[in-house]
């Protein structure tokens, strides 16, 4: 019998001076206070595996689904590492739904490949939420690459295959997001968005809290074009092509950061959220 689903969704933020939130400063507060609420909700969810997409993993050709059996590193960020830097890590994988992921993209025609190389440094993007998300490191989790020769349809199937993946396995599994909706970036930590680019962000926000997924995916190119979503918005793509519809976003904060808009949102199936 079968009983793998997505218990859970998170589009959570990346932005490094959170990793350190006692220095971060006054206008990350509740960024680092809505990460930690992240963080409950998924482990009240209890989840067997979390998979998570990031902006900061980029592969140029094809998306990359790291299969390894234990992620274990020391990793220092190139673009910032007065902010990140040797900070270790060691958190269990999941070989067998990740190995069924890939087979899963490949039967729907997208190019994705495995890997599971144990001298890999995982990037900031997978870390930061990480940290929040599973602090005791204690829940395999399952890192996917963004291609930047992917279109945002291509990653929208991708979610829809790993969504088949997890339902043919027996995970109750969390899917992560870890991006930026606006993305012009600017000199300035503090910076926000522009109020054209935050519009853009609400627009989406809403209709991802009023369980309006479909119209979401619909206008997804148009919204990363719009504001220049991070890495063209292929995270969220997969995020909402795993979704599917039935599930309703929960808004829990957006925050600046030299540009950038970054909102923490959780889904989950809209009768659970409604109750």
């Given at each position: 019998m079968q009983h793998g689903r997505i218990v859970l969704g998170l589009c959570v933020p990346h932005t490094p001076r959170i990793v350190d939130p006692l220095?971060?400063?006054?206008?990350?507060?509740p960024m680092v206070a809505a990460m930690r609420r992240a963080g409950a909700t998924l482990r009240a969810h209890g989840p067997d595996a979390v998979i998570l997409i990031s902006a900061h993993w980029a592969t140029t050709f094809n998306p990359y689904v790291d299969v390894a059996d234990r992620h274990r590193g020391t990793l220092t960020a190139m673009e910032c590492p007065d902010l990140i830097g040797s900070l270790a890590y060691d958190f269990p994988g999941d070989t067998e739904l990740g190995m069924e992921i890939v087979a899963s993209a490949r039967a729907a025609g997208i190019p994705a490949i495995?890997?599971?190389e144990p001298h890999y440094v995982l990037d900031y993007g997978t870390i930061v939420p990480v940290r929040y998300l599973v602090p005791d490191e204690n829940?395999?989790?399952?890192?996917?690459s963004s291609c930047p020769l992917s279109s945002i349809a291509e990653y929208l199937s991708f979610g829809a295959a790993i969504r088949s993946a997890v339902e043919?396995?027996?995970?109750?599994?969390?899917?992560?997001a870890s991006s930026a909706f606006a993305h012009n970036l600017v000199r300035g930590p503090e910076t926000w968005p522009t109020a054209q680019e935050r519009a853009i962000d609400d627009h989406l926000i809403a209709l991802l809290t009023h369980g309006e997924l479909a119209e979401a995916r619909a206008l997804l190119p148009a919204f990363a074009t719009g504001a220049k979503y991070e890495m063209g918005g292929?995270?969220?793509?997969?995020?909402?092509?795993?979704l599917g519809d039935g599930y309703r976003g929960e808004f829990y904060a957006y925050g600046p950061?030299?540009?950038s808009g970054n909102p923490i949102l959780a889904f989950a199936p809209a009768p659970a959220l409604a109750a």
């Amino acid at each position: 019998m079968q009983h793998g689903r997505i218990v859970l969704g998170l589009c959570v933020p990346h932005t490094p001076r959170i990793v350190d939130p006692l220095g971060a400063g006054a206008v990350f507060q509740p960024m680092v206070a809505a990460m930690r609420r992240a963080g409950a909700t998924l482990r009240a969810h209890g989840p067997d595996a979390v998979i998570l997409i990031s902006a900061h993993w980029a592969t140029t050709f094809n998306p990359y689904v790291d299969v390894a059996d234990r992620h274990r590193g020391t990793l220092t960020a190139m673009e910032c590492p007065d902010l990140i830097g040797s900070l270790a890590y060691d958190f269990p994988g999941d070989t067998e739904l990740g190995m069924e992921i890939v087979a899963s993209a490949r039967a729907a025609g997208i190019p994705a490949i495995a890997t599971r190389e144990p001298h890999y440094v995982l990037d900031y993007g997978t870390i930061v939420p990480v940290r929040y998300l599973v602090p005791d490191e204690n829940l395999p989790v399952i890192p996917i690459s963004s291609c930047p020769l992917s279109s945002i349809a291509e990653y929208l199937s991708f979610g829809a295959a790993i969504r088949s993946a997890v339902e043919t396995s027996d995970r109750r599994v969390a899917i992560v997001a870890s991006s930026a909706f606006a993305h012009n970036l600017v000199r300035g930590p503090e910076t926000w968005p522009t109020a054209q680019e935050r519009a853009i962000d609400d627009h989406l926000i809403a209709l991802l809290t009023h369980g309006e997924l479909a119209e979401a995916r619909a206008l997804l190119p148009a919204f990363a074009t719009g504001a220049k979503y991070e890495m063209g918005g292929k995270p969220i793509a997969a995020l909402l092509g795993a979704l599917g519809d039935g599930y309703r976003g929960e808004f829990y904060a957006y925050g600046p950061s030299s540009g950038s808009g970054n909102p923490i949102l959780a889904f989950a199936p809209a009768p659970a959220l409604a109750a």
